[in-house]
């Protein structure tokens, strides 16, 4: 491993800092700040709606929060961290100095070759297998203590097309992309809960915020595996928990190279421009900085996403729309 540093800080105490901070910039409309929740299912929404208004007033109010989640001196586990994006999150966080990093990957060949270039430790882990990602984490807690990022980045592509692959390739798609990311949460979330801290950064995608056109089972699932990251957050923010959820478009990686085999579905890759895994990294160590939930290393993909919530008809007409266009070029070439 590279660099050791050594003035590690809890994670926790950022966001309690922020919040206290963020709390004291706030304030409620006179008519919202009585509220309190009570029984009534009317007063509760109230509340609810002051709790949401507040987290947005504080969003769109707030300047920037001294951050120092750093990841010095970590303990990092990376799963499908034997090429592409979790190559560069691997190398990426050896040079930010983490303490130790588990190359996990199906493929022991490729995380050996990064183990070896990071001076991290190669296991062979097939993240399809609950077993397989429970033995990681205990063998990676073993070595190294305990684990204080887990990156559940493993994904495939899963069979092209709508609804007519076979119930084995979305079995399959289904597991690897959405499956593995509870299971490692089964796995690693209760030693987190007990010491009160921990990380888990999910490799979801765009297309689990959009969609991926000609890729029904990719799109599901990555759905999916954005609304596990999200819950995960919900539900253990306060308790410690850090949940990042990263949701890059267009990769160059030997993923891509599949997505790109499909001429309708590669038109939208192709226009927003593709990045490189090391672009991606920095996207993500910058996103961990902040404590961010979404890191979106392509700016389009958060502009698609306000129009697809504000204007959702639109959005829809639009994605037809490139269909068609996509469709057409086709048929013309
Ligand atoms: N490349 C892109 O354009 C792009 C865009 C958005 C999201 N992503 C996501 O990024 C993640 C990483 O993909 P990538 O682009 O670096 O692709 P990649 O093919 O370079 O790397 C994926 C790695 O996952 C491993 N893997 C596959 N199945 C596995 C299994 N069952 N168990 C353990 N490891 C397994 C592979 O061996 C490979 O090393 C994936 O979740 C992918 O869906 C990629």
Not at 298 to 314: D, I, T
Request: charged share 20%.
């Amino acid at each position: 491993m590279s660099v050791i540093r050594a003035s590690r800080k809890p994670w926790r105490s950022n966001t309690r800092r922020a919040a206290l901070t963020n709390a004291s910039r706030v304030r409620v409309p006179r008519a919202l700040a009585g509220a309190r929740p009570v029984c009534d299912g009317s007063s509760l929404r109230t509340a609810i709606d002051v709790e949401i208004y507040t987290e947005l007033k504080s969003a769109s109010t707030s300047t920037t929060f001294p951050r120092t989640v750093e990841l010095a001196d970590r303990h990092v586990v990376i799963t499908g961290a034997g090429s592409g994006i979790g190559r560069a999150l691997a190398i990426r966080f050896a040079a930010e100095g983490a303490r130790a990093i588990t190359v996990a990957d199906v493929d022991l060949d490729g995380a050996e070759e990064v183990a070896r270039e990071i001076g991290g430790v190669a296991v062979r882990t097939d993240v399809s297998r609950e077993a397989e990602i429970a033995a990681l984490v205990a063998r990676a807690r073993e070595a190294n203590g305990p684990i204080d990022l887990f990156c559940s980045n493993a994904g495939v592509p899963g069979p092209g097309g709508g609804p007519e692959a076979s119930d084995e390739e979305w079995q399959r798609t289904w597991e690897i992309n959405t499956m593995a990311h509870i299971w490692a949460a089964r796995a690693v979330l209760p030693e987190m809960l007990a010491r009160g801290e921990g990380y888990l950064l999910s490799t979801a995608s765009a297309a689990g915020l959009l969609t991926q056109i000609g890729a029904m089972a990719y799109s599901v699932t990555k759905h999916a595996a954005v609304a596990v990251a999200e819950w995960l957050s919900i539900t253990y923010g306060d308790a410690g928990i850090k949940v990042s959820c990263l949701c890059p478009q267009g990769v160059r990686t030997p993923m891509l190279a599949t997505a790109l085999e499909d001429p309708i579905g590669s038109v939208p890759l192709l226009a927003e421009g593709l990045l490189e895994p090391e672009e991606v990294a920095e996207a993500v160590v910058q996103g961990l900085r902040a404590e961010q939930f979404l890191i979106l290393p392509h700016e389009a993909v958060s502009r698609h996403m306000a129009l697809k919530a504000s204007q959702n008809e639109r959005w829809l007409t639009g994605m037809r729309k490139l269909v068609r266009a996509a469709r057409d070029a086709q048929s013309s070439s």
